[in-house]
């Protein structure tokens, strides 16, 4: 099936033959779908913080954090932000000239309100010898548009949305890159003032992120008081995927040779992987807000990394038992109730374990990667939501799972899916080190029996096309995990260019 040449090739990614046969048995196969106990809810797998929790969680967060710990904040911020733009492309290629659709409609009466406004402006004087409101005036909102998107003016079709305009500050403006670098400083510096950042990027992009670094990191350095280590990684070429043709045979280009595809952001567990920290947040480049609506967001990031702290201490104490060999059947039972309460962690196969077993099955579930997730009550956003979900060891535990991942052939599963009353904003703190502060390879706790497969299309032949598990899905699937209803407040997703004249971005 694969000649010397496609040999060559995958050798020259970092793809084993072994790796890339096992992608063209998964076109074949499928994936299978998970077992649902129940969508997790407030009564039962998602934890609910009163006011007097707030304190406790917040004050423990800064307590560890004035120990000088190693936190990062790290955020996937590669590919372009052509989605986000998708209307104006339309409009762009349209067989009318005028706005005629309510998206279009809006983004220009509202115009004036994107904080990339001034530099759009600019951009149309230097190419149309007119700012924006004369060129609306004349009507040539093409023009307009143009300069937005080309390589002409701003070029925002094809830049990543780290690199975009998003909020007005006091004196000045904001590209979304930089509001992390705020968030950094609010939450994750640690007693040395000192802040630890990554980003994942395309490698096209890396200079502009690099250049923009040069540009502003002194300035906000000098602003909070803080000292910015800000990293950079790209997703690895041994992390993209073999395309295939409808058959399950590799898919090839009009030259025989194999088509590759971005593996997905499940890939970046590999990044994630590299990263040395205590404790590492992760949180998407586009759920920013303006100075004026940090407060909530400051908040609970220091809750979910107090409760983080909370859970790590209490594994750390028993784990140090365990590993002693001092404990009796009620120490035991103890660490049982703890998986089941607090970890939401259960299997009925328990009660047929004597002692010994026991205690081997409580330490394998204690010694992993630990994440909490902040949820927000569902308001029909698209993507993933939180639920009791089986692992391969008959396991129950708390799980974000995609819709692609249930079976909606299942009317039980489906009726659990519609159940789900809470949603995955991507709000992590993740706790990557063991009791004896070695990382843990994040590597083993990937669950490879999830996927996505798509459909596609290349130079006008169908194609199948091949995720990874998703970086909070599957390949976080043998995680301690925790959720934690946070307020929908924290959560204010870019999806679409007219998503920034919304109150939350203003």
């Known amino acids: ?102 998206f279009e409609k809006k983004f220009f009466d509202d115009i004036e309100k994107f904080a990339f406004f001034n530099e759009l402006d600019e951009a149309c004087k230097k190419n149309e010898g007119r700012g ?8 040539q909102f093409k023009a307009v548009v143009e300069n937005l998107l080309l390589a002409k003016g701003l070029n925002y079709g094809q830049l990543p949305k780290g690199l975009l305009t998003f909020h007005r500050a006091k004196d000045s403006v904001r590209k979304a890159f930089e509001e992390h670098l705020v968030e950094g400083a609010l939450y994750a510096a640690n007693g040395e003032g000192k802040v630890n950042l990554h980003f994942t990027v395309s490698p096209e992009h890396l200079p502009l992120f690099e250049k923009l670094v040069d540009e502003k990191k002194a300035a906000y350095e000098k602003q909070y008081g803080v000292t910015y280590n800000i990293s950079f990684s790209v997703q690895k070429a041994s992390t993209d995927t073999l395309a295939a043709n409808m058959d399950n045979t590799p898919f ?9 595809r971005p593996g997905g952001h499940g890939a970046l567990i590999e990044n994630l992987n590299e990263q040395e920290a205590d404790v590492i947040f992760i949180k998407n480049i ?44 009620e120490q035991l039972i103890d660490m049982l109730y703890f998986l089941q309460q607090k970890l939401y962690i259960k299997n009925p196969e328990t009660k047929q374990l004597d002692d010994t077993e026991l205690a081997i099955y409580i330490k394998n579930k204690l010694n992993r990667p630990l994440r909490v997730c902040g949820m927000v009550k569902n308001v029909g956003e698209p ?22 991942q249930i079976d909606m052939n299942d009317a039980d599963s489906v ?37 996505f497969i798509s459909q596609k299309s290349k130079n006008g032949k169908e ?44």
């Open 1 to 102: 099936m694969f000649t010397q040449q496609d040999l060559e090739v995958l050798a020259k990614r970092g793809i084993s033959v072994e790796k890339a046969q096992s992608q063209l048995d998964s076109f074949a196969n499928g994936f299978p779908f998970l077992k649902l106990k129940c969508a997790s809810s407030l009564e039962y797998g998602i934890m609910a913080i009163d006011d007097d929790a707030a304190v406790y969680y917040q004050e423990l967060w800064n307590r560890y954090l004035a120990n000088n710990r190693t936190i990062l904040k790290f955020v996937p911020a590669s590919g372009a932000a052509s989605r986000m733009f998708k209307n104006l492309f339309e409009f762009l290629s349209a067989d009318y000239a005028r706005p005629t659709t309510d």
């Open 463 to 506: 194609l199948k096309a091949l995720e990874l598990p998703g970086l909070w899905n599957g390949a976080m699937s043998d995680w301690n995990t925790v959720f934690v209803e946070v307020p929908i407040e924290t959560f204010n997703p870019v999806k679409t260019v007219n998503d920034l004249l919304r109150s939350t971005h203003q």
């Open 383 to 404: 993507g993933g939501g939180p639920f009791i979900a089986q692992s391969p060891d008959g396991t129950y535990q708390d799980q974000i799972l995609e819709s692609s």
């Open 132 to 139: 924006v409101r004369d060129l609306i005036k004349s009507a």
């Open 415 to 451: 009726a659990m899916f519609k159940q789900g009353s809470h949603f995955n904003p991507v709000d992590l703190v993740c706790a990557t080190r063991d009791r004896n502060g070695k990382s843990y390879d994040l590597l083993k706790h990937v669950d490879p029996q999830t996927g």
């Open 252 to 260: 090839r280009d009009e030259n025989g040779q194999l088509v590759f």
């Open 286 to 329: 586009d759920n920013v807000v303006p100075d004026s609506l940090k407060s909530v967001t400051v908040k609970y990031k220091q809750i979910l990394g107090g409760v983080l702290v909370s859970l790590q201490q209490k594994i750390y104490s028993y784990l140090q038992l365990l590993e002693s060999g001092k404990y009796g059947h």
